[in-house]
T-cell receptor, first 113, second 115 residues
Framework: DSGVTQTPKHLITATGQRVTLRCSPRSGDLSVYWYQQSLDQGLQFLIQYYNGEERAKGNILERFSAQQFPDLHSELNLSSLELGDSALYFC????????????FGQGTRLTVV | AQKITQTQPGMFVQEKEAVTLDCTYDTSDQSYGLFWYKQPSSGEMIFLIYQGSYDEQNATEGRYSLNFQKARKSANLVISASQLGDSAMYFCAMSPSGGSYIPTFGRGTSLIVHP
């Protein structure tokens, strides 16, 4: 158990819909990363939050947004969903200001039909 | 920009034998971290081992060791005494020290352990 909790584990939704993925980082970790894993693109970095503030953006679509709350949990919002958004979405967390490993949640498998 | 290259899409190994998974990286940073993760068929990403760029000794964690050759920019994972449960995807990653520490991942290597 990595200590990072993601909910839900599985999500099936229709095109055009909006979903919210939730992540609780490990206790004490201030940095949260979101990744998308698809078969053709591998693990793509989407966005990072650090202590409530957006820190870095990667290949995140404008239809996607995220936030980190005062209790440090984070949510990734995906809207106007398309078939190509079907993927495994990971949240990871790490200690602040130290180059150590990031610990991953179990992922949310999103299927858009 | 950083880049991780894993040239072996698939590897096969006999149970109880050792196997090396290749990883090369490209970065202009002087200080960085290198990581390996395992992703079994169930999907979770499991951290295996970490190597700092200034660490003089190669990292080891149980049956896992990281063969770090800084001049060649390689960070190969060695799994000794392979077990059936080692069958999984393996990802090499690196992150710079300083800034946002965002890990960049390679495309992964699929390892199958035969009995």
């Amino acid at each position: 158990d990595s200590g990072v909790t993601q909910t839900p584990k599985h999500l099936i939704t229709a095109t055009g819909q909006r979903v919210t993925l939730r992540c609780s980082p490990r206790s004490g970790d201030l940095s949260v990363y979101w990744y998308q894993q698809s078969l053709d693109q591998g693990l793509q970095f989407l966005i990072q939050y650090y202590n409530g503030e957006e820190r870095a953006k990667g290949n995140i679509l404008e239809r996607f947004s995220a936030q980190q709350f005062p209790d440090l949990h984070s949510e990734l919002n995906l809207s106007s969903l398309e078939l190509g958004d079907s993927a495994l979405y990971f949240c990871a967390s790490s200690m602040a200001g130290v180059n150590t490993e990031a610990f991953f949640g179990q992922g949310t498998r999103l299927t858009v039909v | 920009a950083q880049k991780i290259t894993q040239t072996q899409p698939g590897m096969f190994v006999q149970e109880k034998e050792a196997v090396t998974l290749d990883c090369t990286y490209d970065t202009s940073d002087q200080s960085y971290g290198l990581f390996w993760y395992k992703q079994p068929s169930s999907g979770e990403m499991i951290f295996l081992i970490y190597q700092g760029s200034y660490d003089e000794q190669n990292a080891t964690e149980g049956r896992y060791s990281l063969n770090f050759q800084k001049a060649r920019k390689s960070a190969n994972l060695v799994i000794s005494a392979s077990q059936l449960g080692d069958s999984a995807m393996y990802f090499c990653a690196m992150s710079p020290s300083g800034g946002s520490y965002i890990p960049t991942f390679g495309r992964g290597t699929s390892l199958i352990v035969h009995p």
